[in-house]
């Protein structure tokens, strides 16, 4: 145990992962939102299926001695738009993302063992680093945050009715296919950000499970990515405060945080839901018994 | 000689725009032909039900009028104009079908979407939108769970949501495509009601493309009737005759009138012989989607 928390010097610790802590700020805030329609969309297996390309361009860059932040950001674009072009119905998309997703890992498995450099910048890619975040490299990250933040903006309402209510909103004359490449797209950014500061392995944790929790809780539109978005800062934020007292990567503890937050969430809405969740001022009415 | 005393207003009399015009209309893929020749002048606050087998090119009518699938021939007009994607002008209601219990949306978010879900960027909902998704959700008896979340609500409450919906911004023109499948009798009362008293009320024209002429026979003004590329339309007791479908099914077909119900024998694309307008009645009540 003494391995997992010594919290000496913890004061000067902190000084050295300033920039980590903005990025695990701002990757909460990017992941909360987006996951509400990794969410809605059903995108789980995208998310996974993305960040393992982005491993692989990550791993591509580290190889070749380019940005490891540019290189992640290709490799998931490149699988976005892959995913986006290819898989339009949900089952032609899972199976796009099948074929890519041991395609990417081998990929990046070949390139990182090729390099020959630090093995911590290895492991990194793959399960999250703390201390890797430089001031060029934070710079990446706040702006693909911003365009990714910025891009959710404008499309948010549009691609939560062409979700929820495919046929109504394109009767209301909604793009569908554009609103799911553009969205799939900055979920492509989203993911090589996730992957840059928790790793390739556990980028579900900040893109699936806030959302996944604060979907138990409400069905506000408002509330829904407000309490997403808190739940992902907590766990990213949260982790990184935790690794540094120990020697262990990042990862486990925001897994360890955001999984949690789930299963209380999951408790609460177990309660509600015996208590009569959506329950009305007026009783539901009971269908007229049929088929007697 | 200019004669500027009159306009030709004064001399015809007030001009009355129909809420659908479709002259000389047809719809084909390659050779096969949906329906041609098709003359329409759908008036304010009519009811027409579109009647016809699967595949006859009812949901395709729907598609033209939403402007979403050409005409190969002939012209359309809603309200005097050019039908364009997505106007404020036409209100459709699906077919009900079951939500994800984890949607994030409320009755009165689903229908917030009606009014503004094809708008981009962030903007907050003003006053007097809220009053009148309030309104909407009154008209249809849907305060009670207003509140509640859609991936909650039953069959029957979810088509009045999606009727409140359509009707939020007061259109002058109401597609409806099977809005009554999957839902028990006394919601399907309840459902086609509404839709009849919105006619009533605003002069809402209504197009209602149904399996099951019964639940809103007396509600009807006309009936189109397309099948096997050629189409009927008149008031329900010169359609839904034996003679007229035998000619437009081109096949001896019987239509029997049982205690107020019509009930369609022998058309030719149901091996059964007993067909769509079959309403069983009520006491033994086929289950949910077993019409299909």
């Known amino acids: ?292 | 000689m200019q004669s500027s005393l009159l306009s030709p207003r004064d001399i015809l009399g007030p001009v009355t725009t129909s809420a659908l015009s479709l002259r000389g209309a047809g719809m084909s893929f390659g050779d096969r032909v949906l329906w041609s020749g098709l003359d329409l002048e759908l008036q304010p606050g009519e009811f027409l039900a579109v009647l016809g087998p699967n595949g006859a090119g009812k949901s395709t009518l729907l598609k033209a009028v939403l402007g979403q699938q050409p005409l190969t021939a002939g012209t359309l007009l809603i309200g005097g104009r050019e039908p364009g994607r997505g106007s404020d002008r036409v209100g459709y209601v699906p077919q009900q079908k079951s939500m994800d219990a984890a949607t994030p949306l409320r009755a009165r978010d689903l229908v917030g979407l009606g009014i503004d879900g094809n708008r981009w960027g962030l903007r907050r909902r003003t006053a007097a939108e809220r009053q009148r998704i309030a309104d909407a959700l009154a008209a249809v008896g849907a305060t009670g769970y207003a509140d509640a979340p859609i991936g909650l609500l039953s069959g029957g409450e979810q088509q009045r949501v999606r009727i409140a919906q359509a009707l939020a911004t007061d259109p002058a023109l109401l597609l409806c495509d099977e809005p009554l499948l999957s839902l028990d009798l006394r919601h399907q009362r309840a459902v086609a009601d509404m839709i009849d008293r919105r006619r009533h009320d605003h002069d809402t024209a209504v197009v209602f493309v149904t399996h099951e002429i019964n639940p809103v026979l007396d509600l009807v003004d006309r009936v189109l009737y397309i099948a096997g590329g050629g189409h009927r339309i008149g008031p329900p007791s010169e359609v839904l005759t034996s003679e007229t479908l035998s000619e437009l099914y081109r096949t001896p077909v019987d239509v029997l009138n049982v205690r107020g119900r019509v009930v369609v024998v022998g058309t030719p694309d149901e091996p059964g012989g007993c067909t769509h307008h079959d309403l069983t009645p009520p006491a033994a009540a086929q289950p949910a989607g077993g019409a299909a």
């Open chain 1, 1 to 292: 145990m003494d391995r997992l928390f010594d919290f000496d010097d913890y004061g000067a610790l902190l000084g050295l992962v300033h920039n980590s802590l903005i990025a695990a700020a701002l990757l909460g805030v990017v992941g909360g939102l987006v996951g509400v329609f990794v969410q809605v969309r059903d995108m789980q297996f995208a998310v996974h299926g993305i960040s393992e390309l982005s491993f692989a361009g990550a791993a591509a860059a580290l190889l070749l001695g380019g940005s490891v932040a540019l290189g992640s950001v290709l490799g998931s674009v490149l699988a976005a738009a892959l995913i986006g072009a290819l898989g339009v119905r949900a089952r032609d998309r899972n199976s796009v993302i099948g074929v890519l997703m041991p395609f990417g890992l081998g990929l990046g498995v070949l390139f990182l063992s090729l390099y020959e450099g630090r093995a911590a910048n290895k492991f990194g890619l793959l399960t999250g680093q703390i201390v890797a975040v430089d001031t060029v490299r934070l710079g990446w990250l706040v702006a693909v945050s911003v365009v990714v933040l910025a891009g959710m903006a404008v499309i948010w309402r549009p691609l939560m009715f062409t979700s929820v209510d495919p046929e109504v909103a394109a009767a209301r004359g909604l793009p569908a296919g554009v609103l799911s490449i553009a969205f799939t797209l900055l979920l492509g950014l989203a993911v090589s950000l996730a992957v840059q500061v928790v790793g390739a392995l556990l980028v579900l944790s900040l893109l699936v499970t806030p959302a996944a929790a604060a979907f138990r809780v409400t069905a506000s539109p408002v509330l829904a990515p407000v309490l997403s978005t808190v739940f992902a800062v907590v766990s990213a934020v949260g982790g990184i405060l935790l690794a540094l007292g120990g020697s262990i990567p990042i990862s486990p503890f925001v897994t360890t945080i955001s999984f949690a937050i789930y299963l209380v969430c999951r408790v609460v809405s177990a309660r509600r839901q015996r208590s009569g969740w959506g329950s009305r001022e007026v009783p539901a009415p009971t269908p007229v018994p049929v088929g007697s």
